[in-house]
C-alpha cells in the first residue's frame, strides 16, 4: 500500500497544489496533527478560476460529481464526502448544482487507537472532477497529504477558514416530517417541524437525480407548515417510483445555513388530458447537453 505508517521527525508536510485547466486541487488537513483514537477532517480544496465551477452530488440538469478514491494507512478509515450545500448555478437553459470561487470538500477520517505519538500516517487520494464554464473540462490528480500522530493536534490557521465554511453549510439532520405529494408534473413538498426556516432567500435541492426538475421551487407558508411546489423531473422513470425523498433546504438570508430531511413520496394519478401533454420543449436541449459533458468526461472521470 502506497500509504504506510512509519517512525519520523515531528512535522506535517502535503504534496503542493496541482494546477490544472481552470482548477487548483489540494489535500489539506484541518488540524496540523492526528491523535490516537480520535478522528479529524481532511479536505479536497478547489480553486475555481473565475466564472468556473464544479459539481454537488446531484449536478443538476448536466455535469458529474466530484469523486474521490484513497488509499490510507491499515487501520483507518475515511469516510465520503460530507457535501456541504450546493449553489444553484445557471448555464444558459441549464440548472446545474456545484460550488465555485474557492471552498472545500471535507472528509472525516477516523484514526486507530493504537497510531502512537511519533509515528506518521500517510494519506494519497486520487481524484476526478469535471469542471465547466460553458464548456466542460474533465481533470484527475493524484495527491498526499503526510501527518504526525499527536496526543494533542494543534489547528491549521492556514484552513481554518476554508474548514469553517465548509462546516457551517454541512445540511444538519433535523426531524421535520412532511411529503413530496406528485399531481402528474408538479410535486408538492409540505414540510412542519420546529425551526423551520423563513422564505427569504430559500431554496431546496433533491439529493437523487432524475426525481425533480431542476428548476427553482417556490415556497410558501401554511399555517405552521412550508410548503415548496417543484416540477417532476422529465426523465423520471414510473418503474423506479421512489417511496422517500431526499432533501436539502438552504438558506442563504444570513451567511448559508442547510438542513437534510427526508420525505414520504406520494403519487396521485393525473388525468388522461396530463398524460397526454407534450414534453417540454427544452428536453432536448437538455438531454444533448448532458449526454455530451458525461461522454466527454467518461474516460477521465472513470
Given at each position: 500500500m ?8 515531528f ?6 497544489p496541482v494546477?490544472?485547466?481552470?482548477l ?8 496540523t ?5 480520535g ?6 480544496r ?6 468556473w465551477?464544479?459539481y454537488?452530488?446531484?449536478p443538476?440538469?448536466?455535469?458529474l460529481?466530484?469523486k474521490?478514491a484513497w488509499?490510507?494507512?491499515p ?9 456541504p450545500?450546493?449553489q444553484?448555478?445557471r448555464?444558459g437553459?441549464l440548472h ?9 470538500l ?7 487507537a493504537?497510531?502512537?505519538p511519533g ?6 487520494l486520487?481524484a ?7 464548456e ?6 493524484t495527491?498526499s497529504l503526510?501527518l504526525?500522530i ?8 492556514r484552513?481554518q477558514?476554508?474548514f ?7 445540511p ?9 405529494t ?14 423551520l ?6 431554496d ?7 426525481v425533480?426538475?431542476?428548476t ?5 407558508r ?6 415548496a ?8 422513470d414510473k ?13 442563504r438570508?444570513?451567511g448559508?445555513?442547510a438542513w437534510?430531511?427526508?420525505?414520504a413520496?406520494?403519487?396521485?394519478e ?5 398524460a397526454?401533454?407534450p414534453?417540454h420543449?427544452?428536453?432536448?436541449t437538455?438531454?444533448?447537453w ?8 467518461s474516460?477521465?472521470?472513470s
Open positions: 502506497a500509504a504506510l505508517l512509519s517512525l519520523l521527525p512535522s506535517a508536510g502535503n504534496a503542493a494546477d490544472a485547466e481552470h487548483t486541487v489540494e489535500l489539506v488537513a484541518e488540524s496533527a492526528l491523535a490516537p483514537g478522528s479529524a477532517w481532511l479536505g479536497l478547489l480553486k475555481h478560476d473565475p466564472h465551477h464544479t454537488w452530488i446531484n443538476g440538469d448536466s455535469g460529481p466530484t474521490l488509499r490510507v494507512p487501520g483507518y478509515a475515511v469516510d465520503e464526502i460530507a457535501w450545500a450546493p444553484r448555478l448555464v437553459e446545474n448544482f456545484g460550488y465555485d470561487g474557492e471552498m472545500l471535507p472528509v472525516r477520517v477516523t484514526v486507530p493504537g497510531a502512537q509515528e506518521r500516517a500517510s494519506f494519497a486520487d476526478n472532477w469535471l469542471v465547466c464554464e460553458e466542460c473540462i474533465p481533470g484527475k490528480a495527491l503526510d504526525p499527536a496526543a494533542a493536534p494543534a489547528p491549521d490557521p484552513w477558514a476554508l469553517a465554511a465548509a462546516h457551517a453549510a454541512q444538519q439532520a433535523v426531524d421535520w416530517t412532511g411529503a413530496a406528485a399531481h402528474g408534473d408538479a410535486v408538492e413538498i409540505r414540510l412542519t417541524g420546529a425551526n426556516p423563513p422564505l427569504e432567500a430559500l431546496a435541492f433533491a439529493v437523487p437525480e432524475q425533480l426538475a431542476n427553482a421551487m417556490t415556497f410558501a401554511d399555517g405552521d407548515a412550508l410548503v411546489t417543484a416540477a417532476r423531473s422529465e426523465y423520471f418503474s423506479k417510483m421512489p417511496q422517500t425523498l431526499d432533501l436539502v433546504v438552504v438558506s438570508a444570513e448559508v445555513r437534510r430531511t427526508r420525505v413520496w406520494r403519487e396521485v393525473q388525468t388522461a388530458a396530463a397526454s401533454a414534453p420543449p427544452s428536453r432536448r437538455k438531454a444533448v448532458r449526454s455530451r459533458s458525461r461522454s466527454h468526461c474516460a477521465a472521470c
